[in-house]
């Protein structure tokens, strides 16, 4: 009753990375940010959005939803941040409604955030959203994305960890 001893679901082993949009996939390199561009926060991809629904790039635990910037941790310790557009800090959270919260396990796919990116674009923000791996040197070996249009939830490559 309540949910008081509630189990939660156990944290999957998943290296695939997942479309968090639908849209296209870029380099991380060109996004016009140079903080993301050269790759200060870590290795990782972008993608110019077209769709509103954000999706978990990774299956993991939720540390982390402010609005526009979203934490997760998958089993194998590698970090992940999904940070939704330029500059959107300054929007107070308004356009971004979460859909988990802090603590929640998520499966590749699972839906975290819708995102009005009308109300981004008419505050002259970018809608580029930037896909990292905050523990790069520390955890990541390598990993491969498709730089295609993309759906989101479809597989889009892999992340291995040291």
């Known amino acids: 009753m309540f949910g008081i001893g509630k189990k939660k679901a156990p944290l999957v082993e998943d ?3 997942y479309a968090p949009l639908d849209g296209q996939t870029i380099e991380l390199s060109s996004v016009s940010d140079p903080v993301f561009a050269k790759k200060m926060m870590g290795e990782g991809f972008a993608i110019t959005p077209t769709g509103s629904q954000v999706v978990a790039p990774v299956a ?3 540390t982390m939803i402010e609005g526009h910037v979203i934490g997760l941790k998958r089993a194998d310790g590698l970090e992940v941040l999904v940070h939704l557009g330029l500059d ?3 929007l107070n959270g ?3 409604k979460s859909l988990v919260k802090a ?3 998520v499966e590749g796919g699972t839906p975290l955030v819708t995102v009005d990116w009308a109300a981004v674009q008419a505050a002259g923000l970018e809608t580029t959203t930037m896909i990292i791996f905050t523990n790069t040197n520390e955890v990541l070996a390598d990993f ?4 295609q249009t993309v759906t ?3 597989t889009i ?5 040291k």
């Not at 491969?144 to 730089?147: E, F, S, T």
């Not at 490559?157 to 960890?161: C, I, R, Y």
């Open 15 to 17: 290296t695939k990375l």
């Open 60 to 62: 993991a635990e939720v």
């Open 88 to 90: 959107t800090v300054t």
């Open 94 to 96: 308004a356009p971004f």
């Open 103 to 105: 603590g929640d396990i």
């Open 144 to 147: 491969d994305v498709k730089y």
């Open 152 to 154: 989101a939830g479809e």
């Open 157 to 161: 490559g892999n992340a291995n960890v």
